[in-house]
């Protein structure tokens, strides 16, 4: 085991010097926010800042550079959800390899457009699919029939020891050894690369992943001993959106010794909209898994404790917004919908609000979905607590009143097909 250690020290200190002018070097600040709440000393690692807004770079560029002058003729493809389709496309403009970018149809329009920008005319970008893992069987598809390199997005070990260097860089920054790394899990590149790393060169450092609660498919490989393909998944969190983790990964996560937590995606949009409006850091949804992960209260950490979190990427398109803010106001227990079946009479609209709604409740959505008969008619009604302990004597009065009133659920079919 010594020896693999060794050796894949070795690797990532080459993949140092070869990212050297090409990766940014991102800064570690410390966050004021994160520290007060936790009461320890937390320093976010911005790689959101980075070449492409995301760590992907590193590993994208440390595989193609090492290409020989035939492989770098035949040409690079890679299935991404949009970071590292972004690293590979700067890394083949930089290195001058054509590459082909298969990405999914959920891939956010503002990925997209930056994989075409970074690339220019060295890259085409094929959208194919609903999920990460239809762009990678397309991927593969490509490489086979065309001879091109297939340049995982982080089931390769050359890919895994360009991310590795993110742990180099924050080891050098912070001047010692932290107590906590909280890092974000998509396949198991940057969480695999960085813990290897780790267990080396600060085997005292406790190693967390975090993995969106739509798809811990990290810790359903940990749990069955090898990866497993889940059966659905949510694709919210596209960068961390994946089915299956990967096969070299997956042993290198479990043999760091990471621990494996989940956070929910209206967390993760809740720390979003934190990270934005008090620290004014634009952040991705996967991008903010790990910090989501402390806000949340999924990870706990100790007072006076040194932590890092990894901000992974900032690519979010603007118009994602809407359904963020939505789902971290149904998260926090805030936001509620119900189906008010309403006599066709004057003043029933007057009563609903005079003895249903509280003093800090809101009506924000009101809409006529169905009439039943001349008597009565159906709406939904979207109403915002004040707070989340406003919900019971709401209900109370639902439940007192004269007025048939259903409470959607989040999760429930009537919510999915209604909301």
């Known amino acids: 085991m010594t020896d693999v250690r060794t050796s894949f020290s070795a690797e990532v200190s080459d993949a140092v010097r070869r990212l050297a002018g090409v990766a940014e070097r991102t800064p570690l600040q410390r966050n004021a926010r994160l520290s007060e709440l936790t009461g320890a000393e ?22 193609i550079s090492q290409l020989d002058a035939a492989g770098r003729a035949a040409g ?118 960085c813990g290897t790393w780790l267990r080396e060169h ?16 990290m810790a359903a490989a940990l749990a069955a001993g090898a990866p497993v393909e889940l059966p659905e998944i949510d694709t919210f969190v596209d960068g961390a959106a994946v089915r299956r983790v990967g096969a070299v990964t997956h042993p290198l996560v479990r ?14 949009c809740t720390e979003m909209l934190e990270l934005y409006q008090v620290d004014g850091v634009i952040a991705e949804p996967a991008g903010a898994l790990a910090t989501a992960a402390l806000t949340g209260g999924v990870v706990r950490v100790e007072p006076g404790q040194t932590v890092v979190c990894l901000l992974s990427g900032g690519n979010n ?12 106001l149904v998260h926090q227990g805030l936001k509620h919908y119900f189906l008010v079946e309403f006599p066709q009479e004057p003043g029933a609209l007057r009563r609903f609000l005079d003895e249903v709604l509280g003093p800090d409740d809101d009506i924000v959505l009101f809409e006529y979905v169905k009439r039943d008969n001349r008597e009565t008619g159906a709406a939904l009604t979207g109403i915002e607590l004040g707070s989340p302990e406003g919900l019971a004597p709401l209900l109370a009065r639902i439940e007192a009143g004269p007025l048939k009133i259903q409470h959607l659920a989040p999760g429930t079919t009537a919510y999915r097909f209604l909301v």
């Open 255 to 268: 043999d760091a010794g990471a621990e494996l937590v989940a956070v929910a995606e209206g967390q993760i």
């Open 317 to 328: 398109d603007v118009s994602r917004y809407a359904e963020i803010v939505e789902r971290s």
């Open 202 to 217: 600060s085997p005292g450092t406790r190693l967390v992943g975090v993995e969106p609660a739509g798809a811990a498919s």
């Open 42 to 63: 937390v320093w976010v690692k911005r790689e959101d800042l980075q070449v492409g807004r995301s760590y992907k770079v590193r590993g994208a560029y440390n595989t």
């Open 76 to 193: 690079a493809v890679c299935a991404s959800a949009g970071n590292h389709g972004q690293g590979m496309a700067y890394a083949c403009r930089v290195l001058g390899v054509h590459g082909r970018v298969f990405v999914p149809g959920t891939t956010p329009r503002q990925k997209r457009q930056r994989i075409a920008a970074l690339g220019g005319d060295m890259v085409e970008l094929v959208v194919t699919g609903d999920t990460y893992d239809d762009a990678a069987a397309a991927a593969a598809a490509s490489a086979q029939m065309t001879g091109a390199t297939l340049v995982p997005a982080f089931d390769a070990l050359s890919t895994v020891v360009g991310q590795a260097t993110v742990a180099v860089e924050v080891l050098d920054q912070l001047g010692g050894a932290p107590d906590v790394v909280v890092l974000p899990v998509g396949g198991g590149g940057l969480l695999a690369g």
